[in-house]
């Protein structure tokens, strides 16, 4: 390699004046546009509203549960409060949130497409997904829903007095836009690709995006049908779900989990999709086991589909078909940890440096494999009917969903930011509020392992006073927590207008996204790109850029 | 640009998108992308027929019974009417592929009328059902004298009944609203060699949609001997 690096080769031509922000303004602009950069952002803003949403109530549930007495809500409100938390972030921020903002923004470029596939089909998602949150919203505002997040029956269907139908139907109807999103990124992905960008010199997000399109594709049907069950059981009042009826309760958490624990690898997939990138950048090297770890995310979205009864151990199955999907359940550790120790290992003996998207990434890792290794406590069977509906269950899923993909989200923000905008966010403050983060998370939730495994359980609003240490250090980790998740929202505002501009390649990645200006033109390049280097090839993509520079 | 006036080398189809390379990517998009969403479709039908499986072993008498309020003759009328739709679907394709104009229309017309007969004798026999009693909830006040302790199993199988073809006619209804306007469009002379993935596209669906009633028709009206 010669002395030159990858930052001394940028662009000799001036940054273009039109990009994908400034090309038209207005609101029909950006309500009708077809622009996948654009919708992204729509995303973007629409989840982090409702990010903030269900923060409140999250805020609010910690609030109560610093004394053992429920004394601030009644247990009604309560059982309200954990359920909208529960449906406001899992349907509305954390499947949509990777793959729907950043995937959208980012994945076409990185394949060398001026836009997905199907770009009306990509705006019909997110206003499917926006009719949907509205659906959650009005039942926010009229009074709210009391079923948890599962809905499970007969209670959702029999006894409820609160908004199941209308909660239920907001799911459905954002469930499409889930499912559009993923047919779009693989029909992309499959027909879309610059010409040179093979299968294997595919960005490693690519891959993992890819697996999670085909489990939103796969397994959101499933959830519809078993909504619509739902739906149709409580209008007509006859008994497909429950007992009284003639109907099956336990069919019910087979259906509703058959999409719902593969929608947990919905949720992570995308956020290993991030870590792959990140790591390769800020290490300045190929990631190792590049096609281990794209095919690991193949092989979670295919036993991602065999795990689902895992939920359902206490619920009467027999010991036999227990026992198989405990061991199924085990398996999907194997791809996950050739996930964690393919990142490490590129990381040994690197020059890493330390900016904000590898610190929140580095965080990942080690929250990840925590809650990692805590989901194998609980795919063995004696130990999860020991701690079912305990906090310790709640801290494992925290670990997995708030640990891994909202630190991975975060990352991505950060990582992509100077792309998206065209601005540098301010790299001191971003790492207070990665550190904010990194300990509030701790402090909340690591508690909660503590405390569920002595038997505290899940869902009340009262609890033994001998638990309240430990409920006062986990609430307050959630206000360091809530701290850490504000202050980004603060300075990444102020970096649109006051931020240094960013480069093409600020980062000194390998990347297509890194080849085309920042913010990118409309059609993402000024003419398609031919990809002669592997992903994360850092001399071949040196070398590529020096020929196009000095032709 | 100023060499608009030059005459290019490969002149732009009219409906070539312009994020798409040429009109050959452009079609196997759009087939990829319905057939992402059928194979989405068999997943949505799959927890339906899932819980049928289920209710069929647990009430095993009842639905046998249940079978029994089905017209099987109006079910194979049907049953033929509709594979004589999925013929003529078929033809409208290669109409379309072979650039004859005349024919894409008349046989999507076809296609539209038999679609519209299926869907008339389905009101025919959810009117039936409905004037029995067999509506499941509220409505239902079908008592089976000889064997009253199946009563509650055979509303439980009307309910799959009218929930698995109601969710197959809704199909048909979205299908019938994409015949009228693809039969508008080659009216119009859209389609041609080049470009006739909207009726392919259409085609496939249009054929899953069958497809799905050739699974249910067994199941709801002949599975009682």
């Known amino acids: 390699m010669t002395s030159q690096t990858i930052d001394d080769v940028q662009f000799i031509e001036p940054i273009p004046k039109r990009n994908y922000l ?78 729907s903002a950043l995937g959208n923004f980012i994945l076409p470029i990185m394949l060398g497409a001026k836009d997905l596939a199907f770009p009306r089909i990509n705006l019909l998602s997110w206003y499917l997904y926006v009719i949907g949150a509205l659906f959650g919203i009005y039942v926010i505002v009229t009074g709210g829903v009391d079923t948890g997040w599962t809905f499970y029956t007969p209670f ?109 690898y919905i949720m992570v997939l995308p956020a290993m999709a991030v870590v792959s990138e990140v790591v390769a950048a800020f290490t300045r090297k190929r990631i190792f086991g590049y096609s281990f770890v794209a ?70 890792i080690g929250l990840f494999t925590i809650g990692g290794v805590t989901g194998l406590f609980l795919a063995a069977l004696g130990i999860d009917v020991h701690v079912t509906d305990s906090y310790f269950v709640v801290a494992h899923f925290h670990y997995i969903m708030v640990g891994g993909t909202v630190m991975a989200y975060m990352a ?125 090839d850092y001399p071949a993509f040196l070398k590529a850029m020096k020929e196009t520079q000095h032709v | 640009m100023s060499d608009a006036a030059l005459p290019e080398e490969h002149p732009h189809h009219p409906f070539l998108q312009h994020h798409f390379e040429d009109m050959g990517q452009q079609h196997e998009a759009s087939t990829l992308g319905m057939w992402m969403f059928l194979a989405t479709e068999i997943l949505f039908f799959g927890g339906f027929f899932c819980a049928y499986a289920v209710y069929r072993t647990m009430y095993f008498g009842a639905f046998r019974a249940g079978a029994d309020h089905q017209n099987w003759r109006i079910g194979a009328a049907n049953t033929i009417v509709l594979i004589g739709s999925s013929l003529t679907m078929a033809l409208a394709v290669w109409a379309a592929q072979t650039s004859r104009r005349k024919l894409t229309v008349i046989m999507l017309i076809l296609t539209l009328l038999l679609g519209g007969v299926f869907l008339g004798v389905k009101m025919y026999e959810y009117h039936s059902h409905w004037e029995e009693g067999l509506f499941p909830g509220t409505h239902f006040t079908y008592v089976d004298h000889q064997h009253p302790e199946l009563t509650k199993g055979i509303e439980l ?18 299908g019938v609203g994409l015949l009228i306007w693809m039969i508008l469009r080659a009216y119009r002379g859209d389609f041609g060699a080049e470009y006739y993935a909207p009726v392919e596209v259409m085609g496939l669906y249009w054929h899953f949609v069958d497809i799905v009633w050739i699974f249910l028709f067994p199941l709801l009206y002949l599975l009682h001997y």
């Open chain 1, 22 to 99: 400034n090309v038209e303004y207005g609101v029909f602009s950006w309500l009708l546009t077809k622009d996948h950069k654009r919708i992204g952002i729509l995303y973007l803003i629409s989840v982090t509203l409702l990010f903030f949403v269900g923060g409140i109530f999250a805020f609010l549930l910690r609030l109560e549960l610093l004394t053992p007495e429920g004394d601030l809500f009644t247990s009604d409100t309560y059982n309200k409060l954990f359920t909208l938390h529960g449906i406001v972030m899992i349907f509305f921020f954390l499947i949509p949130a990777i793959p």
């Open chain 1, 156 to 264: 959702s269907t029999q006894y409820s007095n609160t908004h199941v139908f209308a909660t239920t139907l907001g799911a459905f109807i954002t469930g499409f836009s889930s499912i559009l999103t993923g047919l779009n990124f693989i029909v992309t992905t499959h027909r879309m690709r610059a010409p040179g960008l093979t299968w294997f010199r595919l960005p490693l997000f690519v891959w993992s995006i890819y697996a999670t399109s085909i489990v939103q594709l796969l397994a959101t049907p499933v959830l519809a049908i078993t909504l619509a069950l739902l739906m149709f059981e409580r209008v007509l009042g006859v008994g497909i779900f429950d007992p009284g009826l003639g109907g099956d309760p336990v069919l019910y958490q087979h259906l509703f989990w058959f999409y719902s624990h593969p929608a947990v």
């Open chain 1, 295 to 364: 095919f690991s995310s193949l092989a979670i979205a295919f036993l991602s589909f065999l795990v689902w009864a895992h939920h359902l151990f206490v619920a009467g199955i027999s010991v036999y078909s227990a026992m198989v999907f405990s061991f199924l359940s085990m398996l999907v550790a194997v791809p996950s940890a050739i996930k964690v120790f393919n990142w490490t290992a590129t990381m040994y003996k690197a020059s890493v440096s330390w900016q904000t998207p590898m610190l929140y990434i580095l965080g990942f």
């Open chain 1, 412 to 536: 991505g923000i950060h990582y992509w930011w100077p792309k998206i905008t065209g601005r540098m966010y301010p790299e001191w403050w971003a790492r207070l509020g990665a550190l904010l983060v990194f300990v509030g998370f701790n402090l909340t939730f690591f508690p909660q392992f503590i405390v569920g495994y002595v038997g505290m359980p899940r869902r009340y609003h009262a609890y033994a006073p001998e638990f309240q240490v430990l409920n006062v250090l986990s609430t307050a980790g959630a206000t360091v927590l809530a701290v850490g998740y504000l202050l980004p929202m603060v300075y990444l505002l102020w970096s649109l207008g006051w931020g240094r501009k960013a480069g093409a390649n600020p980062w000194g990645a390998v990347g297509l996204e890194w080849v085309t200006s920042s913010p990118p033109p409309k059609d993402n390049f000024h003419e398609t790109p031919v990809v002669t280097w592997d992903a994360y």
């Open chain 2, 157 to 174: 199988f009307m309910t799959f009944y009218f929930g698995l073809t109601g969710l197959h006619a809704m199909h048909m209804i979205v």
